[in-house]
């Protein structure tokens, strides 16, 4: 698990959301406490220049009075006057803000200034417009900056009122800095600075100590996840508290039993899910929306013939090339459809089944579709419909021929000595090829149905064989030779006599109806794991490649026009194979156009016993 950054982690921002919230709170009380303080401060400052200039007011007022008013010499009045500011400016506690006094009469002409290095004005008339506006107003006081050296004055103008009307006799005007008051400003100002990064330090290791009481759950919770990801559900989350955040360990807990739970059921129906498809005889394919295989068992591998990796992905259209093309209906309801996968050595038929994917009343996701192997079904339903018109085949042919020549009898042939024997002959003939054709059918038929019960004896096959051999000698013809390759040897054999006999007679008659005049016949035996091989050589024409499998199904011939001619069924090798199946062997044929035909069968044996020349 990647370990998360602390400047990217939730106990982070719970730090700097608590330091933010101080230092917004400490910004908002300390702008308005220095507002207000600085406001206090101009006031308090601002009243005590004018109470200040009121009392010089009234000493100046009380000093022209006592040194004879109007009367007074204006050496007299000055002495008075200078006297008066410096005992002003000495018992004054804002003599260290305070820049200069100046005391003006009526016509605003300086008569007095406590700044040394403004002696020149005195006697002089004053171009001070607030002075000017000070006597329209009968007093004024304002705030002034000097651009020169960026300094605040406080300016007041008091006026000086008779004792005796009350009139105006002249201005005290008093220039006073206030940069003692923004110097006590700045140190608050830096008080409340060094109290804030105080309150910042100590709200961050507040913040960190009381977040991990959240972030440490959380963490927990984190780590708990990962764990269920990788399919750990043991672990628990750690309750550290009762509040939302211990509810959510809690919930956090409840929910990992709960998808425990849920993933074993799902796991249980999963495990029996794959064992449903891999055990289904029957190939099934999911598809999605677009018909792109998202699932497929190995049945349904095998049948299309390809691999897993080739198959997830793929279009199911391409994949099974059916005709026409694939359309999920808005119903869902889809034919089956006869897909036909054969190859050129091998028939195969898969039905589909289609079933389409939908969630409740939702729109169609996807397909299921179920492919059933039907070769079978399909093939036997081919071999019934072949095996009726077979049937209906050979029973027309010698039925036509009889009803020929008995309506040719009838007509009155019945009556020529030549003729009539002669189609009586024929008749007869064609019966009895109709008597073998029932009875070769009942007796496939009797098979079949499993109600044919085989009388097996032992005995020794290959004087069996030879007993054969010797009655078809008998019969076979002068143009045609019998050749035996047998061992010398006695293998004894669990059989029904009666039945080999038949699957014997059944290969040699016909190897004597295919072999040419002078054609030699070739009887062989050998031994093979615990089987007896028995083989019988013809000289014919042979068969081609393409039809040695069929030659064993009911009423195939190669040769049909001969093989009527000759008075063959077409059930010989069928009952032979039949038979030879019955007794756990098998049978088969090799040969070469042109060249002849070998029958094979085999059957398991029993003991064998050396016989000395």
């Known amino acids: 698990m990647k370990r998360t950054n602390f400047f990217k982690s939730i106990q982070w921002k719970l730090v700097v959301i608590y330091a933010l919230l101080i230092l917004v709170a400490m910004q908002v009380i300390g702008v308005y406490f220095v507002r207000s303080l600085e406001r206090q401060y101009i006031n308090n400052f601002s009243q005590s220049l004018v109470d200040r200039a009121n009392l010089l007011s009234y000493n100046v007022s009380e000093g022209i009075a006592s040194n004879g008013g109007d009367s007074t010499s204006d050496q007299q009045l000055n002495q008075v006057l200078d006297q008066l500011l410096s005992e002003f400016t000495e018992s004054t506690t804002l003599a260290d803000d305070i820049r200069e006094v100046q005391i003006i009469d009526t016509n605003s002409v300086v008569r007095a200034t406590s700044n040394p290095n403004n002696q020149s004005l005195v006697g002089q008339r004053t171009a001070n417009s607030f002075i000017q506006k000070s006597f329209a107003t009968s007093g004024a006081q304002e705030t002034l900056v000097y651009e020169d050296s960026n300094e605040r004055m406080r300016v007041v103008a008091v006026p000086v009122k008779s004792e005796v009307d009350g009139t105006t006799t002249g201005m005290i005007y008093i220039e006073a800095s206030m940069q003692s008051i923004y110097n006590q400003m700045e140190q608050v100002t830096r008080i409340l600075a060094t109290g804030t990064l105080i309150a910042l330090i100590i709200t961050s290791i507040l913040g960190i100590l009381l977040s991990r009481t959240i972030t440490r759950p959380i963490a927990d919770m984190r780590r708990q996840a990962v764990e269920m990801r990788k399919g750990n559900f043991s672990r628990k989350v750690k309750v550290y508290s009762d509040d939302e955040v211990g509810q959510l360990a809690y919930a956090f807990n409840e929910l990992t039993d709960e998808l425990m739970e849920a993933n074993a059921t799902t796991e249980a129906e999963r495990r029996r899910l794959t064992?449903?498809?891999?055990?289904?005889?029957?190939?099934?394919?999911?598809?999605?929306?677009?018909?792109?295989?998202?699932?497929?068992?190995?049945?349904?591998?095998?049948?299309?013939?390809?691999?897993?990796?080739?198959?997830m992905g793929a279009n199911l259209q391409n994949l099974l090339e059916f005709d026409d093309e694939i359309v999920i209906p808005e119903d869902g309801t889809m034919p089956p459809k006869l897909i036909d996968l054969s190859t050129d050595e091998e028939l195969f038929l898969v039905r589909a089944y289609f079933s389409p994917i939908q969630k409740h009343s939702g729109p169609i996701t996807g397909l299921i579709v179920v492919l059933h192997d039907v070769t079978e079904q399909e093939q036997v339903e081919q071999d019934r419909r072949e095996f009726v018109a077979n049937v209906s085949h050979e029973l027309r042919t010698p039925l036509t021929t009889m009803r020929s020549y008995l309506e040719v009898l009838a007509e009155g042939a019945y009556k020529d000595d030549e003729l009539a024997p002669r189609f009586l002959e024929t008749t007869q003939n064609e019966t009895e090829r109709m008597i073998r054709l029932v009875n070769d059918l009942l007796q496939l038929s009797k098979m079949d149905s499993k109600e044919y019960t085989m009388q097996k004896v032992k005995f020794d096959f290959i004087q069996f064989f030879n007993d054969i051999i010797e009655r078809h000698e008998m019969t076979k013809g002068e143009t045609i030779q019998f050749r035996r390759k047998l061992m010398k040897r006695r293998v004894y054999v669990h059989a029904d006599q009666d039945k080999m006999t038949q699957v014997i007679d059944n290969i040699i008659t016909n190897a004597v109806k295919f072999s040419p005049e002078g054609g030699t016949i070739t009887f062989r035996t050998m031994l093979r794991a615990k089987r007896l091989v028995i083989g019988i050589k013809d000289e014919g024409v042979g068969i081609p490649k393409s039809n040695l499998k069929k030659i064993f199904e009911r009423f195939y011939r190669v040769d049909k026009a001969r093989a009527r001619n000759i008075g063959g069924t077409g059930l010989g090798l069928s009952i032979a194979k039949e038979v030879v199946s019955a007794h756990g062997g098998d049978i088969w044929a090799e040969s070469e156009f042109g060249r002849g035909t070998t029958i094979y069968f085999t059957i398991p044996f029993d003991t064998i016993v050396e016989v000395n020349d």
């Open 275 to 311: 064992s449903v498809l891999e055990n289904m005889s029957d190939g099934v394919v999911a598809t999605d929306r677009s018909l792109r295989i998202i699932l497929m068992n190995d049945q349904a591998r095998d049948m299309i013939g390809l691999a897993e990796e080739e198959a």
